[in-house]
């Protein structure tokens, strides 16, 4: 028996690295990525785009596999259950039932042609509920779940007669037909305006902890981290920089692209877009000695260019510390030479 409150790890994925061949050669899209997901947990996955977000979620969830044009190693555990080098008939049975995915369009995952009805109750029945009755008020409940008003009469409705808002209801609904206990979010409000946003979000918000769902949440809006994320990952170039407790890479970040990140950003209360870190985004086909943001970091310039930041890749197992009030909160990790300086050096000199 579990005692209340402990938590589970539904994910984990650990050293994860994928490459594709491609005419230009070898593009490493992920190169050597660890992190895990409790039960109940909400971890943001952020970063410029280009830095492997949406690739690290497509092999987790099996939409990029091992083949001739993909290279995939590491590993990928739901629960214990090891993922990599599993079939596509298995992974095809995984998302239906154990590990969803919601996309930035809904209208790419909605059938134009068939109602909102015949659209849940379909990923019921590939969940395995056979009767048709059961199916049909398993969809009002799952519409229902995600506050979609007056469900039962909307059964009829078709994906055009719905707002955006509530398309991705809908398929969020869809998503958490076979209830998983895993769901990954790829910048699920892109699409919608702020208000529709913002109610989505909170949906979505209790749907997650009703259901005890871990989930991987991928944005660029650090907004939108602060509103839904327990802890977040900051990928760059195929890497994760820096990880730890929302708090903590919100307020007391110790790798210099996530402050140069956040210094992007005007303030994360309002719509705050990820406008831009100076320079341009390390190219997935380029070799890197040392640190990959080496080139683009301010604070290798302020401290006069060290020689340990271009010739010893700094690993992602720095513990920074935290130097709030809280201090037993989880492991904050940053892949600097220079975390402290990182974390100390005045806003106005970045
Ligand atoms: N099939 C492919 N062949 C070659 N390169 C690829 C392929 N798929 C993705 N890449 C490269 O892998 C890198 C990571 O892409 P990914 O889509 O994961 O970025 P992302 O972080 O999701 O960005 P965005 O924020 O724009 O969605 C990019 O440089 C991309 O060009
Ligand atoms: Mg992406």
């Known amino acids: 028996m579990m005692a209340p409150g402990q938590s589970v ?4 994925v650990d050293d994860l690295k994928v490459s594709f061949r491609s005419q230009r050669g070898i593009a490493r899209a992920v ?12 971890l943001g996955l952020v970063g410029e785009s280009g830095s492997g ?3 690290t979620a497509l092999t987790v969830i099996g939409m990029v596999r091992d083949s001739l044009n ?3 190693e590491g590993s990928v555990k739901l629960g214990d259950e090891e993922l990599l080098g599993k079939s596509d008939a298995d992974f095809r049975a995984i998302r239906r039932t154990r590990m969803s995915m919601v996309v930035q369009d809904p209208l790419s995952s909605l059938n134009p042609a068939y109602t909102i009805g015949n659209q849940v109750m379909e990923s019921l029945s590939l969940a395995g509920v056979r009767r048709r009755a059961e199916a049909r008020s398993g969809a009002v409940d799952l519409l229902e779940s995600m506050r979609i008003p007056g469900a ?5 409705s078709y994906p055009h ?3 955006g808002g509530m398309r991705q209801r809908t398929v969020s609904a869809m998503a958490l037909a076979g209830s998983p206990e895993v769901l990954i979010a790829d910048e699920p409000t892109t699409a919608l305006d702020v208000t529709m946003e913002a109610a989505y979000l909170d949906v979505l918000k209790s749907v997650i902890s009703e259901r005890r769902l871990g989930v991987l949440f991928i ?4 907004g939108v981290v602060s509103r839904m994320c327990d802890r977040v990952a900051v990928m760059y170039a195929g890497r994760i920089v820096e990880l730890g407790d929302v708090e ?3 307020f007391e970040p110790g790798h210099p692209y996530t402050r140069a990140l956040l210094r992007a950003v005007p303030s994360i209360s309002g719509s705050s877009r990820i406008v831009g870190v100076p320079g341009s985004p390390s190219s997935p086909y380029s070799t890197v000695v040392g640190c990959p943001f080496a080139d683009r970091c301010w604070l290798y310039e302020a401290l006069g260019r060290p020689q340990r930041c271009v010739e010893e890749a700094p690993p992602l197992a720095t513990d920074v510390g935290y130097v709030g009030a809280d201090a037993d909160d989880g492991e904050h990790l940053s892949a600097c030479h220079f975390h402290d300086e990182c974390r100390q050096w005045p806003d106005d000199e970045l």
Do not use: C
Request: aromatic share 6%; hydrophobic share 35%; glycine share 6%.
């Open 161 to 163: 007669e719905f707002s």
């Open 219 to 222: 944005t660029h809006d650090l």
């Open 70 to 72: 993909a290279r995939v």
């Open 9 to 12: 790890t539904a994910l984990r």
């Open 31 to 42: 190169r050597g990525v660890s992190f895990h997901v409790n039960s109940g947990e909400t």
């Open 248 to 250: 903590q890479i919100l």
């Open 53 to 55: 977000k949406s690739v």
């Open 152 to 156: 039962k009469d909307r059964l009829k």
